[in-house]
């Protein structure tokens, strides 16, 4: 479905605006087969991922228009941003402790690297 919008916004049969939907199917047309290869371990990670999908569009469509509205740029970026967000929240809700032990001890390995080039 994606391409089909692609293909006549492309063809001029279809107003700019459609291709934040392009975008965002073309995402999740994506993630669905990641999920699908990964035989279902993308389900947990991979709902933060969707608002890439219109952020994706949004950018498509502000390449696309010829009198640039920064507003569209804008909006694109604080979608990417805001998923990006969500997705770490949820990996330190779901592998909090693992992901805070792990910097503690890259922590403490940089303390201890630090200390060794100071002698």
Do not use: C, Q
């Not at 047309?29 to 933060?48: D, F, K, N, V």
């Not at 228009?65 to 970026?77: E, N, Q």
């Not at 967000?85 to 909090?96: D, P, R, T």
């Amino acid at each position: 479905m994606s391409l089909v919008l692609h293909t006549l916004v492309v063809s001029r049969k279809a107003p700019l605006f459609i291709l934040i939907a392009g975008g965002f199917l073309a995402w999740t047309g994506l993630l669905g087969i990641l999920e699908a290869l990964s035989e279902r371990a993308w389900r947990l990670w991979g709902w933060p991922l969707l608002p890439v999908g219109i952020s994706i569009g949004m950018l498509e469509y502000y390449l696309a228009v010829r009198k640039r509205d920064r507003s569209a740029l804008t909006a694109a970026l604080v979608m990417g941003l805001l998923s990006v967000a969500s997705l770490i929240i949820n990996g330190l809700l779901h592998a909090g402790v693992h992901v805070i032990a792990m910097l503690f001890m890259a922590l403490g390995a940089l303390i201890i690297v630090i200390n060794n080039k100071n002698r």
